[in-house]
């Protein structure tokens, strides 16, 4: 697969959202990561099914969603009519993963699975024929510009090798902490998509100039 970059406006200017949506679609971006948060999951608060359906009216780029929730399953059809291309549950906040799962691609939204960084491998991997896009977690979920959390490298690894094992085709993205710098050894690691948000939406020449140093980081 072709590598995907992935600007999380939750680095944004959360007073602009259309224009910087905008800003990634112009400056090459492949989808916009977009974080949902409800202040129990993760100690913070961002984004209602209201401002997923403005984004969604505003760019043509897929709406990646990642739901930061407790109860997620409560709240798939409302994201999903919202306009999400991607929606991904994290196997902690799920009652019933299954069922989450079949309710997403039933709704015809390719449903995602995803773990924070102190959950073992071991626990999304029941799920992985039943997801079009698995997401590991490189900083503790909650907010932005975090370190690199390096141990996720393994996590990476050991799903590309699941995934292969089982010649599945899901996406295999990873968020949080995430530059130039180190976009080389994750994408070497085997993920398929990188989050970014404060490496684009904080670098001071711009989104454009942001994304294409990943695109040349990862030519190298």
């Given at each position: 697969?072709?590598?995907?970059?992935?600007?999380?406006?939750?680095?944004?200017?959360?007073?602009?959202?259309?224009?910087?949506?905008?800003?990634?679609?112009?400056?090459?971006?492949?989808?916009?990561?977009?974080?949902?948060?409800?202040?129990?999951?993760?100690?913070?608060?961002?984004?209602?099914?209201?401002?997923?359906?403005?984004?969604?009216?505003?760019?043509?780029?897929?709406?990646?969603?990642?739901?930061?929730?407790?109860?997620?399953?409560?709240?798939?059809?409302?994201?999903?009519?919202?306009?999400?291309?991607?929606?991904?549950?994290?196997?902690?906040?799920?009652?019933?993963?299954?069922?989450?799962?079949?309710?997403?691609?039933?709704?015809?939204?390719?449903?995602?699975?995803?773990?924070?960084?102190?959950?073992?491998?071991?626990?999304?991997?029941?799920?992985?024929?039943?997801?079009?896009?698995?997401?590991?977690?490189?900083?503790?979920?909650?907010?932005?510009?975090?370190?690199?959390?390096?141990?996720?490298?393994?996590?990476?690894a050991r799903l590309r090798a699941a995934l292969d094992e089982r010649t599945l085709t899901a996406e295999l993205e990873v968020d949080g902490g995430i530059k130039p710098e180190n976009a080389a050894r994750i994408a070497a690691a085997g993920a398929t998509v990188l989050v970014a948000g404060s490496a684009v939406y904080e670098d001071?020449?711009?989104?454009?100039?942001?994304?294409?140093?990943?695109?040349?980081?990862?030519?190298?």
């Amino acid at each position: 697969m072709e590598l995907k970059l992935a600007p999380s406006i939750l680095s944004a200017d959360f007073g602009r959202l259309a224009d910087a949506v905008l800003a990634a679609e112009r400056a090459g971006a492949d989808w916009i990561h977009v974080d949902v948060m409800d202040g129990h999951f993760v100690p913070n608060l961002t984004f209602g099914p209201k401002m997923v359906a403005d984004l969604h009216r505003a760019t043509r780029l897929p709406l990646d969603v990642h739901l930061m929730i407790e109860r997620p399953d409560a709240w798939v059809d409302r994201y999903v009519d919202a306009g999400a291309s991607y929606l991904t549950v994290h196997v902690e906040a799920s009652r019933d993963v299954p069922r989450a799962l079949q309710a997403i691609r039933a709704k015809g939204v390719r449903p995602g699975i995803t773990l924070n960084p102190e959950t073992p491998v071991e626990a999304i991997l029941p799920y992985l024929a039943a997801v079009d896009l698995v997401l590991v977690m490189s900083v503790h979920p909650g907010f932005g510009g975090q370190p690199f959390i390096e141990s996720a490298l393994d996590k990476v690894a050991r799903l590309r090798a699941a995934l292969d094992e089982r010649t599945l085709t899901a996406e295999l993205e990873v968020d949080g902490g995430i530059k130039p710098e180190n976009a080389a050894r994750i994408a070497a690691a085997g993920a398929t998509v990188l989050v970014a948000g404060s490496a684009v939406y904080e670098d001071p020449a711009g989104p454009k100039a942001a994304l294409a140093k990943f695109r040349a980081a990862l030519r190298r």
